[in-house]
């Protein structure tokens, strides 16, 4: 998130700016990946394989710094969010079809994550967890609505925190650190449904597509909220400093992510597994087993984390929808606005909250919900990636500020990673 500075004589900007004031769309973005469906994931595998499976964190790093880079400087630099700018290149058709299949993974992804939440409440204080979800929703819903868009970017920052809960879990039981390690620096792939299943759902909830479309929007959204910032193609002398920020809040980001899924799997791995526990259906499942395990502590600190991830989570999910649908219909949009000045925009976003509620109310399982949000998530990412390093990659789009030569690398290797994700997910469903 971009700040004020003020300019010395001859332009060059002067900022006083803290380094915490420089996270904002990369930080949210990046901690908003580990929402309770993700949390679910790193669970299970934790649970099921032990510490073995740290070693995919290690790899979704720089392939996430390269596809999240890419989609935050398209939105920078062109002051379009990525539904716009591929509208300059691919058919309509091309962008209709990504967009439904976005709306579909978001609302799944939003139905989980509040059933999750709802139940992580019921077990705290007790009571019937579909109300609390459907509590969890409105509440999201009147925040994003009725919350001005500066204040509730610090809310979100604010609720970044909640993701030490897990930290604090680790911390409270008896760790096996050497096996960890292992676990992330000498990786052991096993060539089985359910081990190929657990590594393309961690790719598949790591590195997804409503993070590339948040975090392309919110950049566009900083610069309309900030008076003296431009799009980079027109104001190229923002580019250095702008450019640097970037950096520096993706890395952040997308580091504090992959570092709170490790902390995910190895309090699963450590508790559960260790005990012999290799199975859970749900979030709430693996906090409740915690409790015997690991104590009351450990129990809580995990079961309130996954309520406060859900509220960082639930307006990146229902954003990211509500801003790709208005961009292809040409509504105007933004968190930025008053009610009366975006009655489309919130209705689109109150629509994909809203099934997202029912999904949660309709008792689904959460982990089927996952396991088929993860699949459409690791599908769609393919074709959506493509696009963004097409575009990140185009001097008609980005005119001389293209992505720079390592981070292209990164990104098409993210997407081959995707790409094989999908193929492997295939070969073994088939056989």
Do not use: C, H, N
């Given at each position: 998130m971009s700040t004020p500075s003020t300019s010395a004589p001859g332009g060059t900007p002067q900022t006083s700016e803290r380094w915490w004031s420089k996270l904002g769309p990369g930080l949210i973005t990046g901690a908003a990946d580990d929402d309770p469906s993700g949390i679910a994931t790193y669970s299970q595998a934790g649970a099921q394989f032990g510490y073995g499976v740290g070693w995919t964190l290690l790899i979704t790093y720089p392939l996430m710094m390269g596809i999240q880079l890419a989609s935050a400087r398209i939105g920078r630099v062109t002051g379009q969010n990525l539904t716009e700018t591929f509208a300059r290149f691919c058919p309509r058709w091309m962008v209709a079809s990504l967009v439904l299949l976005l709306l579909v993974a978001n609302v799944i992804n939003l139905g989980a994550d509040l059933s999750a939440m709802g139940a992580s409440a019921a077990l705290v204080l007790h009571g019937h967890g579909a109300w609390y979800a459907a509590g969890f929703g409105v509440v999201s819903l009147l925040l994003q609505v009725?919350?001005?868009?500066?204040?509730?970017?610090?809310?979100?920052?604010?609720?970044?925190?909640?993701?030490?809960?897990?930290?604090?879990?680790?911390?409270?039981?008896?760790?096996?650190?050497?096996?960890?390690?292992?676990?992330?620096?000498?990786?052991?792939?096993?060539?089985?449904?359910?081990?190929?299943?657990?590594?393309?759902?961690?790719?598949?909830?790591?590195?997804?597509?409503?993070?590339?479309?948040?975090?392309?929007?919110?950049?566009v959204q900083d610069i309309k909220r900030v008076p003296e910032d431009r799009p980079l193609r027109v104001a190229p002398d923002q580019a250095r400093r702008q450019l640097r920020r970037l950096r520096i809040d993706t890395a952040v980001g997308m580091g504090f992510s992959n570092l709170i899924a490790f902390f995910v799997i190895t309090a699963a791995a450590a508790t559960l597994h260790a005990n012999g526990q290799t199975q859970i259906d749900s979030t709430e499942q693996a906090a409740a087993a915690l409790r015997p395990i690991a104590g009351d502590a450990a129990f809580l600190l995990f079961a309130l984390g996954i309520i406060g991830t859900g509220m960082l989570a639930l307006p990146v999910l229902a954003g990211s929808a509500a801003e790709a649908v208005a961009s292809y219909f040409h509504v105007r949009k933004g968190l930025d606005l008053t009610l009366a000045q975006g009655r489309s925009f919130y209705g689109i976003l109150a629509a994909a909250m809203a099934i997202g509620v029912a999904i949660s109310l309709s008792g689904i399982n959460p982990i089927s919900a996952l396991y088929w949000a993860a699949v459409i998530n690791a599908v769609i990412s393919v074709p959506v990636m493509a696009a963004v390093m097409i575009a990140a990659s185009s001097r008609k789009v980005m005119r001389e500020m293209v992505l720079p030569r390592k981070w292209r690398v990164l990104g098409w290797l993210a997407t081959a990673a995707m790409a094989a994700a999908s193929v492997a997910l295939a070969v073994v469903s088939v056989g």
């Open positions: 009725f919350m001005s868009y500066e204040r509730y970017v610090r809310v979100l920052k604010w609720l970044t925190l909640s993701l030490f809960a897990y930290v604090g879990v680790v911390f409270a039981v008896d760790v096996d650190w050497g096996a960890a390690m292992r676990g992330v620096l000498a990786p052991s792939f096993q060539w089985s449904r359910e081990y190929v299943t657990t590594v393309v759902a961690i790719l598949g909830t790591t590195i997804s597509p409503y993070l590339f479309f948040w975090q392309a929007s919110q950049e």
